[in-house]
């Protein structure tokens, strides 16, 4: 079948590359404009300055929603209208070309720089530290897990419970600090030291209940 190079067709869409600019069927809501068809597509947004080109979206009304710019330095940042009003767009997010990305931040130094709160609402929260340990955020029970490696096996080390048991050795501590031996080499021991040199400095452990204390 015979394919144009490019078609404007009388409902406004445009095909470049293909006779479809509705290539997925999506409907009349929207107005098309689709590359490829025969061959894989690509749109260039090409400036002859330092100043970046901009993939924008807005309404017909003149109300400036989001952008997408490509700044000088080949960094990528997205805005958005904080007003849903107007054309003043606010940055926030940016890749850097190192690869860094940032949320509320323009200078990420790290893979993933947040400035601000994050909330997780729904699946476990798994932080791996370059293989070698984790800290997991289990939403099923509400447990926080610490996991370490040794050699090529990780294992639970801590875990502290939702209704706020810590659990050393176990992943069910039966008190509010439960410290368990699970090898000859690793025994129930708890270590207080001083290392200060001073003479007024001291350490214990202090216990007390209902009907005393003790130490």
């Not at 798994?126 to 340990?133: F, M, P, R, S």
């Not at 029970?141 to 050795?169: H, L, P």
């Not at 207080?192 to 009907?211: E, H, K, P, Q, R």
Request: proline share 3%; glycine share 16%.
């Amino acid at each position: 079948t015979p394919r144009d190079s490019m078609i404007i067709r009388a409902d406004g869409n445009v095909g470049i590359g293909t006779n479809t600019p509705d290539e997925f069927s999506v409907g009349s809501t929207y107005r098309y404009l689709s590359v490829g068809g025969d061959k894989p597509g690509i749109i260039n947004l090409v400036d002859n300055s330092t100043n970046g080109s901009y993939l924008q979206f807005g309404t017909a009304a003149g109300l400036r929603r989001a952008s997408m710019h490509a700044i000088n330095g080949s960094h990528l940042v997205f805005t958005v209208n904080n007003s849903n009003s107007g054309t003043g767009l606010t940055e926030a997010m940016r890749i850097k070309n190192n690869g860094n990305v940032g949320i509320g931040t323009a200078s990420p130094g790290s893979k993933l720089t947040v400035e601000g709160d994050i909330r997780q609402t729904t699946g476990d929260l798994l932080y791996t530290g370059g293989g070698n340990w984790n800290i997991r955020h289990l939403t099923n029970d509400q447990n926080i897990t610490f996991d370490t490696t040794t050699g090529s096996t990780t294992s639970e080390k801590m875990r502290v419970r939702a209704d706020g048991k810590v659990g050393i050795g176990t992943s069910s501590p039966a008190s509010l600090l439960h410290v368990s031996g699970i090898s000859s080499s690793l025994l129930p021991l708890v270590d207080i030291s001083n290392t200060s040199n001073s003479t007024a400095a001291s350490c214990g452990l202090s216990v007390t209940g209902g009907g005393g204390s003790g130490s």
